[in-house]
């Protein structure tokens, strides 16, 4: 801790006039305070309005389409609802985003269906079975899960999951839903295992000893008295996990094939939301409606995200408020 | 319940089954985080094991040369030096500021609640929309044009909710009486937080910071669209070898170099591939290590 009380000996002190410049400063600063505070609404909205004013055009209409002498407007109907997703065709630009909106779904309902038990097993193990060292280890280990960066995942889907797939499903491609289900599971498994761990660590030590005190073993414990206490948490945790993989880009582009496609099973390749718009953003051109078009898709990413947040964080809200009752 | 129990305390059938079920279980557990954490390693091996023939001290301090075939990752390492370096410049005091803010000064309002929110949905925003958001505002409206600056931005803007996450709580882990103390004192807020609460709460703050580097340094999808480059020419030596990026230049970077080289470059030899991705995890494990080692110092230090 720096020592703060001006030394009482007479005399000019540097300290002391920069201390006094500091105080003086004081209204300033606390200002700039409350400033950042806020700085993270004004971020929110910055990011809905510049997104989807870039996205406007599209839906209100192109003023200069490039040879068109009409206005050029998105069809509404058919971006939700077609399959077909054609945007540099040059005779009739198609932009439907169902097929990618079922990829984004198809993968992951996936990569939940692998995470979800495995995660709570995990978070089950480390809050009530694991004990000290062992217990700081595995957490560790599961946070460096959390660390490695999405190109990564997507390159080991790309050269490690890719031909184990081809080998032990016989498909001439492993790159599909299945491939990206399992990176994306992997990657979303940390988040689950955290806040679910969380949740179970909230419920008070009183329970788990009336539930002992009752005879059930450790077992019926954890399954009868503390999912049940907890399950507001876990039901968060699984939407952060659902939350992370449909805003997942690098990895899906890497994994699932790239392919716009109405998939039949887990061995189709698909393309999703965010991978499109990593992949196309970059040809097209400013201005015209495959550019508005994009940042649509990223309206409906933004809405989405902000839904299951917002869905979530009251879930947890609604914990808090039980505990203090 | 039966009467015809002599001594209560002897295990019954039902206790015994009971036990072996709880064994069951916990060993289950035991292999399902396991069977997370396994084949991660096993991974990491693997990859290592895959870029051994390319790890070596020329392949960091070379640039990428006759179209990556050859050379080393110098550009791209250092671009995203740079890159984490100006985001962290930008976001660290941001973020801590908030920080004190949510925890210091904010009441328990309705305004309070927004900001909560706002921080969590800002966690949430998909990365490649924080890419989106990066084009629109800092390369089309300020106009910075894509350049390390605008990345650097959008990147911030990125990690900015965990920053300020993790500041409120290592700021909300020193005890309410030091500020008291210090109140007591004649002390006004802006001092007390300056000289008590930030300096007991300064390996917290930096522990939350440090995680950030390592998200930052591997984000490929905010930069894609808002300054990273396949390839420039970096200059071999002097001070130019070792700034080659300025603000407004464009950059290479080790992520959004993974992905090229991986997915849209050919005839790139297989070790550099798994040579760039075992130098991200390293750097990884290595930021996050230290985090890690900070967290224990933190805890040893702790004396209230």
Redesign the interface.
């Known amino acids: ?2 020592e ?1 009380t001006p030394d009482s000996g007479s005399g000019f002190s540097l300290r002391r006039s920069i201390q006094k410049v ?2 003086f400063s ?1 209204p300033a ?2 200002g ?3 400033l ?6 004004i ?2 909205m ?2 809905f309005y ?2 989807f ?2 996205s406007l055009p599209a839906i209100t209409g192109l003023e200069e389409g490039l040879d068109h002498a009409e206005v050029e407007k998105l069809d509404m109907v058919e971006f939700t609802t077609s399959p077909k997703w054609i945007p540099e065709s040059a005779k009739r630009p198609t932009f439907g985003i169902l097929a990618l909106m079922i990829g984004t779904l198809s993968v992951t309902v996936l990569s939940m269906i692998i995470a979800v ?3 709570l ?2 978070a ?3 809050s009530e ?2 004990r000290g060292r062992s217990r700081e280890i ?1 957490k ?6 959390a ?6 995942w ?3 889907g ?3 999951l890719n031909p184990m797939l081809v080998d032990v499903t016989g498909e001439p491609v492993g790159l599909n839903i299945l491939n990206a289900g399992i990176v994306l599971a ?1 990657m979303s ?1 940390p988040i689950i ?1 955290s806040v679910s761990e969380d949740a179970l660590r909230a419920v008070p030590d009183s329970f788990r000893e009336a539930g002992i005190a009752l ?6 414990m ?1 399954y009868k008295v503390l999912f049940p206490a907890a399950k507001n948490g876990l039901l968060a945790a699984v939407l ?1 996990g659902i ?1 992370r993989g ?5 990895a899906v582009l ?1 994994c699932t094939g790239h392919s716009v496609n109405m998939p039949t099973s887990v061995f189709d390749p698909v393309r999703t939301l ?1 991978a499109t ?2 992949a196309e ?2 040809e097209a051109v ?1 201005g015209d409606m495959h550019y508005h078009t ?2 649509l898709i ?1 309206v409906v ?2 809405v989405f ?2 839904i ?3 869905t ?2 009251l879930i947890v809200k609604g914990i808090k408020v039980q505990g203090n009752e | 319940m039966s009467s015809e129990v002599t001594n209560p305390f002897e295990t019954n059938d039902q ?1 015994r089954r ?2 072996k ?2 064994l ?3 060993y ?3 292999a ?2 396991w ?3 396994i ?3 096993a ?1 990491i091996i ?2 290592v094991y895959k870029a051994w023939p390319a790890l070596s001290v020329e392949f960091l301090l070379d640039n990428p040369e006759k179209k990556m075939t050859a050379g080393g990752i110098w550009g791209p390492l250092i671009g995203t030096f740079f890159l984490v370096l100006v985001s962290l410049i930008i976001a660290a ?3 801590i ?2 920080g ?3 925890n210091e ?2 009441r328990d309002n309705w305004l309070t609640r ?2 909560n ?17 990066g ?3 800092f390369v ?2 300020l106009g910075m044009d894509r350049c390390l600056l605008a990345a650097s931005c959008t990147v911030a ?1 990125m990690t ?2 965990v920053i ?1 996450t993790s500041t409120k709580e290592a700021l909300a882990s020193v005890p309410m009486s030091f500020r008291v103390a210090c109140w007591n004192m004649g002390a ?4 007390t937080i ?3 609460v930030l ?2 709460s300064i390996s917290g703050i930096l522990t939350g910071v440090i ?1 950030q580097v ?2 930052a ?5 905010p930069i ?2 808002t300054g990273a480059m396949i390839s420039s020419r970096i200059a071999d030596s002097g001070w130019d070898a070792m700034v080659p990026y300025g603000l407004e230049d464009r950059f290479m970077a080790l ?2 170099h ?2 090229i080289i ?2 849209q470059w050919q005839n790139v030899p297989e070790s550099f ?2 040579g760039t ?1 075992a130098v ?2 390293g750097l ?2 290595a ?2 290590s230290l985090s ?1 080692g900070f967290r224990i110092y933190l805890r040893a230090r702790k004396k209230w």
Not at chain 1, 140 to 145: A, C, H, K, N, T
Not at chain 2, 188 to 191: A, D, F, G, P, S
């Open positions: 801790m720096p703060t500091v105080d004081e600063i606390v700039l305070i409350h950042c505070g806020w700085s993270a609404i971020f929110v910055a990011i510049f997104v004013s870039e038990p495995l995660g097993g995990a089950v193990y480390v079975f694991a595995l560790v280990l599961i946070e460096l899960l660390a490695i960066p999405s190109v990564v997507g390159f080991i790309l050269v490690v992997l498994v295992v005879g059930a073993n450790r077992w019926e954890v952060l939350g449909i805003g997942e880009t690098m890497m965010t718009i990593a953003l970059g400013r994009l940042f990223g990413l933004f995200a902000f299951i947040n917002l979530a964080d | 206790e009971g036990k079920i709880e069951a279980v916990k289950s557990t035991l399902m985080t069977l997370l954490i084949p991660v390693l991974i693997f990859l005091p941001i973020g500021l908030a004190v803010y949510l000064f904010a927004f900001i929110l706002a921080v969590v949905n800002l966690a949430g925003v998909p990365s490649i929309v924080h890419g989106l958001f084009l629109g505002a089309y409206f803007v900015l909710p300020i006004t807020k802006w001092q300056r000289t008590i300096p007991n995680l390592a998200r340094a591997g984000e490929t999808a894609l669209f992520s959004y993974l992905y991986s997915t591939k798994f991705a991200m995890i990884v494990i930021v996050n890690i």
